[in-house]
Nanobody, 119 residues
Framework: QVQLVESGGGLVQPGGSLRLSCAASGFTFSRYAMSWYRQAPGKERELVASITSAGGITNYPDSVKGRFTISRDNAKNTVYLQMNSLKPEDTAVYYC????????????WGQGTQVTVSS
């Protein structure tokens, strides 16, 4: 059974930091690209960070570049998102995603964790 379990969300003041974790099970984690998405109320889900299966390449949109860092530990089947200099506009539910394309496309999602940036 595939599971992606996010943790680490919460309430933080502007300028603060949070570290999200996503623990994976039920599939071969090291073969999957991993990503973090977020969705704010009334907005579409957007990509905030991605990392290749071996961890060699990362990608960020301009809105978080320089503030967010994605990393992974394939020995622990876990992907992380370090978020620094948080802003109120970072408030959203953050989702972990695992994806792999071969002959078939595999795409798994976690249940999400709430991040609220407010004073």
């Amino acid at each position: 059974q595939v599971q992606l379990v996010e943790s680490g969300g919460g309430l933080v003041q502007p300028g603060g930091s949070l570290r999200l974790s996503c623990a994976a099970s039920g599939f071969t984690f090291s073969r999957y690209a991993m990503s973090w998405y977020r969705q704010a109320p009334g907005k579409e889900r957007e990509l905030v960070a991605s990392i290749t299966s071996a961890g060699g390449i990362t990608n960020y949109p301009d809105s978080v570049k320089g503030r967010f860092t994605i990393s992974r530990d394939n020995a622990k089947n876990t992907v992380y998102l370090q978020m620094n200099s948080l802003k109120p506009e970072d408030t959203a539910v953050y989702y972990c995603n695992a994806a792999r394309s071969t002959v078939f496309t595999y795409d798994y999602w976690g249940q999400g964790t709430q991040v609220t940036v407010s004073s």
